[in-house]
């Protein structure tokens, strides 16, 4: 047992002293096609002087709480220098997290989440190594599929391509990802201005909206559904018919957002409205206050947003035990 930590040890010191070139980021879109209902990204850039206060922040507060050696942050830190350890998460830019869903052809539901870290190529790799192995240290089944290993753990399946962390609900979306079959991008995913930090699209098709809301903040959905009423929230979900987002990180905390709403009919806009009223006063109670401004434009309901407490998001995503 000391030897084999001894070597851990001594490849992963020789992996941060010979840090290669970092990772390149995959084009969000090469995972679009007609079938995909959603779609959201995180892109934060290394040249970004809000993203850096918001990181320097961020390490400051996981210090605070003495970093827990079970989750993929900490495992990486407790290798590394002090010195090294202060610019960790620094190191990891660009980043960018993509968040997928699809429709087959008999309504079901599949997704995918799609993480790369540019920095710390080294040190991920060993890192990869450790989620091939289950608890006792046998390694978990894996399959071939596009050049990548995907592994079937407990907690689903998963696969690592060139500095690229994948979370597959099966095998059909695994195979949807890293064989990438090229389609044509539907016209409202390629109108995206992806210059900003985050952006989207989420058709409303089989409940996605719900499922992508859920996926995001499961408490939130449920308070927001109990504040206004089951049959009430329901309607007003279903009258969504497809959304846009965009939006820059302000700091570890908050996110300044534009959305626009599309609804089946015209006069569903004031249901929707009602719906987000509703949001705004569950989200304050719950130590999320947003600031939300509605406006109609054309067809459309527009929203501009400063949306607080994310700060405790972005903690619990550097905590968890593997970045997907």
């Known amino acids: 047992m000391f030897f084999r930590k001894l070597a851990v040890a001594l490849a992963l010191t020789l992996a941060v002293a010979a840090e290669p070139p970092k990772n390149s980021l995959p084009d969000p879109l090469s995972y679009v096609d007609p079938s995909c209902v959603s779609f959201g990204v995180m892109h934060a850039r290394a040249d970004d002087q809000a993203i850096h206060r918001t990181m320097q922040m961020l390490w400051t507060e996981l210090e605070k709480r003495h970093l827990n050696s079970d989750g993929w942050v900490g495992i990486l830190a407790n290798f590394l220098s002090t010195g090294q350890r202060q610019q960790l998460l620094l190191g990891f830019l660009p980043f960018q997290g993509i968040r997928l869903d699809y429709l087959d052809s008999q309504g079901g539901a599949h997704s995918a989440t799609v993480v790369t870290v540019a920095g710390w190529k080294g040190l991920q790799g060993i890192f990869w190594n450790r989620l091939l192995l289950d608890p006792q240290g046998k390694p978990w089944p894996t399959q071939r599929v596009g050049g990548a290993d995907v592994v079937s753990s407990r907690d689903g399946k998963m696969a690592r391509r060139d500095g690229t962390f994948y979370k597959f609900t099966d095998t059909m979306m695994a195979q949807r990802c890293l064989l990438q079959s090229r ?70 905390d908050r996110l300044d957002l534009e959305m626009r709403i599309h609804v089946v009919r015209l006069q569903d806009n004031d249901l929707v409205s009602e719906l987000l009223t509703v949001a705004r006063r569950v989200l304050k109670e719950r130590g999320r206050p947003a600031d939300i401004k509605t406006r109609i434009v054309g067809s459309d309901l527009r929203l501009d947003m400063v949306i607080g407490g994310n700060r405790q998001f972005f903690l619990d995503y550097l905590t968890k035990d593997k970045p997907v």
């Open 183 to 252: 389609h044509a991008v539907p016209a409202l995913y390629n109108s995206l201005d992806r210059s900003h930090d985050t952006y989207g699209v989420l058709y409303n098709r089989q409940l996605s909206l719900r499922r992508f809301l859920t996926w995001m903040n499961m408490d939130d959905v449920a308070a927001v559904e109990k504040a206004m009423g089951v049959d009430k929230f329901k309607r007003a979900m279903e009258a969504v018919e497809y959304l846009t987002w965009q939006g820059e990180v302000l700091d570890d």
